[in-house]
């Protein structure tokens, strides 16, 4: 049991330098194939225990994930070549929590994603 979590650390790790190495969301299937020596159910366990501390985050619109940190509230995602950026807008998702739940609706994460057109993108 001991050997079996130290080798999903390991693997929580080489997902996440996967991720922070690129410039673009990684689907789960590409980043399968950069390690082959990893089970694809292995790494699709290690997407689901770094989304869920923050280290990773899922980006719906390109079924793909990139690295974060548990203070990335918003990504920034270029539609043209798929260059993101996370960040931090506190402020914002205060606002949005408390407009929601001032509808009845009570929010216990938000998380957004934005398209758009990246600096080297501009027309
Ligand atoms: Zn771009």
């Known amino acids: 049991m001991k050997l079996k979590r130290r080798k999903a650390f390991v693997v929580d790790e080489q997902v996440w330098k996967v991720l922070s190495g690129s410039k673009q969301p990684v689907g789960a299937y590409q980043i399968a194939n950069m390690l082959p020596r990893v089970a694809a159910a292995q790494v699709y366990r290690a997407l689901e225990r770094l989304v869920s501390t923050g280290k990773a985050k899922r980006i719906a619109a390109r079924n793909a994930f990139v690295a974060g940190s548990p203070q990335t509230d918003v990504i920034v995602?270029?539609?043209?070549?798929?260059?993101f950026e996370p960040l931090e807008c506190p402020d914002a998702i205060d606002e949005l929590g408390s407009h929601c739940n001032k509808r009845s609706f009570q929010i216990n994460q938000i998380f957004l994603e934005m398209t758009g057109t990246c600096q080297?993108?501009?027309?």
Not at 120 to 123: N, R, V
């Open 120 to 123: 080297d993108c501009k027309p």
């Open 77 to 83: 995602i270029c539609r043209k070549c798929g260059a």
